[in-house]
């Protein structure tokens, strides 16, 4: 991992919101930033990301990931960014986390809260989304379920978002993933109303107000949308004309 440090700050919650299904933690963290104070901690590079820039008006950058410093009263810092490790060699990903806990754990960090999708299929059409967590033991998964999350009784979790919890608790660090409920096919679009219920649970748990206006006007335009999806009569399949008997 390659660092360039803007500023130093420490905090003992980390929060977390990368590319993954349904884009809703990168949503979620990316509308936060926009909407709270925030300072520019660091930025970090990783090899394990794609072998390519970024081109913006003729310009190029390297995928990065970067981190943020909010000043809340609770303080915390919000990490987000362009990719995970996009390869499928399970070191990449242990090497990319173990990276992000060296850099956080001697800035502070006590507790991580990840947010992530949880693919729930065409069902996510029709249904409203809620939240699914997973802990690193009973007590925080608890205080998420008296905040309206639920548990489901098995399954896994890939990439950062529960690494970061499983890896963490190694060292010491409690930490819960907090699941918003999507489908894989919103991945490319991003899904703001699964997005907006996580925060709506973060904010609580954390202890911030963010207005969520803006998040909220773009979920009404996509879930009227799926509803038109889902409603939308199928088209009949016919057989096709076989003129070999």
């Known amino acids: 991992m390659r660092v360039v440090l803007h500023?130093?700050?420490?905090?003992?919650?980390?929060?977390?919101?990368l590319p993954g299904i349904g884009r809703v933690g990168h949503v979620a963290a990316q509308y936060l930033i926009s909407k709270l104070p925030v300072e520019h901690v660091a930025s970090l590079y990783f090899e394990s990301f794609p072998p390519q820039?970024?081109?913006?008006?003729?310009?190029?950058?390297?995928?990065t990931n970067e981190v943020y410093y909010v000043p809340a009263k609770r303080p915390f810092f919000i990490l987000t960014g362009d990719s995970q490790p996009v390869g499928s060699n399970p070191e990449e990903f242990y090497a990319?986390?173990?990276?992000?806990?060296?850099?956080?754990?001697?800035?502070?960090?006590?507790?991580?809260i990840t947010m992530a999708g949880i693919d729930r299929g065409t069902?996510?059409?029709?249904?409203?989304?809620?939240?699914?967590?997973?802990?690193?033991?009973?007590?925080?998964?608890?205080?998420?379920?008296?905040?309206?999350?639920?548990?489901?009784?098995?399954?896994?979790i890939t990439g950062a978002a529960g690494l970061l919890i499983g890896l963490g608790a190694?060292?010491?660090?409690?930490?819960?993933?907090?699941?918003?409920?999507?489908s894989s096919q919103l991945t490319a679009h991003g899904d703001p109303t699964s997005a907006a219920t996580v925060?709506?649970?973060?904010?609580?748990?954390?202890g911030f107000d963010v207005d969520l206006t803006e998040l909220d006007k773009a979920a009404e335009s996509l879930d009227?949308?799926?509803k038109k999806v889902?409603?939308?009569p199928k088209e009949e399949k016919k057989e096709p004309v076989d003129y070999i008997r």
């Open 170 to 182: 190694l060292r010491g660090l409690r930490g819960a993933c907090l699941m918003g409920e999507t």
């Open 123 to 156: 069902q996510r059409f029709t249904d409203r989304p809620g939240v699914v967590v997973a802990g690193s033991d009973d007590e925080i998964v608890e205080r998420f379920k008296e905040l309206g999350a639920t548990v489901d009784e098995g399954g896994a």
């Open 224 to 226: 009227a949308l799926l």
């Open 96 to 112: 990319y986390v173990e990276a992000l806990l060296d850099f956080f754990k001697p800035r502070g960090v006590k507790e991580i």
């Open 199 to 206: 925060l709506r649970m973060v904010s609580k748990y954390l």
């Open 7 to 17: 500023k130093n700050q420490r905090a003992e919650v980390l929060l977390t919101g």
């Open 53 to 63: 820039v970024i081109i913006n008006q003729g310009i190029v950058r390297l995928f």
């Open 230 to 232: 889902a409603t939308a």
